[in-house]
T-cell receptor, first 113, second 115 residues
Framework: AQSVTQLGSHVSVSEGALVLLRCNYS??????LFWYVQYPNQGLQLLLK??????LVKGINGFEAEFKKSETSFHLTKPSAHMSDAAEYFC???????????FGSGTRLQVQP | NAGVTQTPKFQVLKTGQSMTLQCAQD?????MSWYRQDPGMGLRLIHY???????DQGEVPNGYNVSRSTTEDFPLRLLSAAPSQTSVYFC??????????????FGEGSRLTVL
């Protein structure tokens, strides 16, 4: 079965600082990996995805993530945090043979002025 | 273009009451699903559907029923509400092929409290 572990339920950074949100996955088949973002009182929206090909993927709002098979990781980064990045971020993996996603428990990002 | 619309946004129930959470999408998506979101547990799949007349169970289906009579609508029914079903519920949809690439479109959620 597939699973996702997000390290750190809360992360706080200063505006302009590097953002690093960690995600490790488990999958018995080549994974499709995703990051979703949830702003307060809203639904989730896709930030970026890895399916095949280039292991460094770029998403919206300056975020990017790198698929590292040897480390079973898919960490999300952004060079310089902005106040508008404050949100909850979810890592997800596509289920094996199932038409569904398995989500991690989420990481709430706070950005301090 | 409304996207995915969920109603109601907020609901308070008493234990044992029944209710239906509505989900409608206007994007002609074949795939629709229901997740519940609980603190520290992320989103867990309740039920999903790959087309009208076809539904399947997810990770946490107990206590919930679904049906899919049209492409547009995918209601979630709680037959006898329990406090453990207090949660935020999200409906999500995608084109059938898009679920393979994880591009789900989410509604804004329905917050349910069971007393």
């Amino acid at each position: 079965a597939q699973s996702v572990t997000q390290l750190g339920s809360h992360v706080s950074v200063s505006e302009g600082a590097l953002v690093l949100l960690r995600c490790n996955y488990s999958s018995s088949v080549p994974p499709y990996l995703f990051w979703y973002v949830q702003y307060p009182n809203q639904g989730l929206q896709l930030l970026l995805k890895y399916t095949t090909g280039a292991t460094l993927v770029k998403g919206i709002n300056g975020f990017e993530a790198e698929f590292k098979k040897s480390e079973t990781s898919f960490h999300l980064t952004k060079p310089s945090a902005h106040m508008s990045d404050a949100a909850e971020y979810f890592c997800a993996v596509r289920g094996e043979g199932r038409r569904a996603l398995t989500f991690g428990s989420g990481t709430r990002l706070q950005v301090q002025p | 273009n409304a996207g995915v619309t969920q109603t109601p946004k907020f609901q308070v129930l008493k234990t044992g009451q029944s209710m239906t959470l509505q989900c409608a999408q206007d994007m002609n998506h074949e795939y629709m699903s229901w997740y519940r979101q609980d603190p520290g547990m992320g989103l867990r799949l309740i039920h999903y559907s790959v087309g009208a007349g076809i539904t399947d169970q997810g990770e946490v289906p107990n206590g919930y029923n679904v049906s899919r009579s049209t492409t547009e609508d995918f209601p979630l029914r709680l037959l006898s509400a329990a406090p453990s079903q207090t949660s935020v519920y999200f409906c999500a949809s995608s084109y059938r092929a898009a679920i393979d690439t994880g591009e789900l479109f989410f509604g804004e959620g329905s917050r349910l409290t069971v007393l």
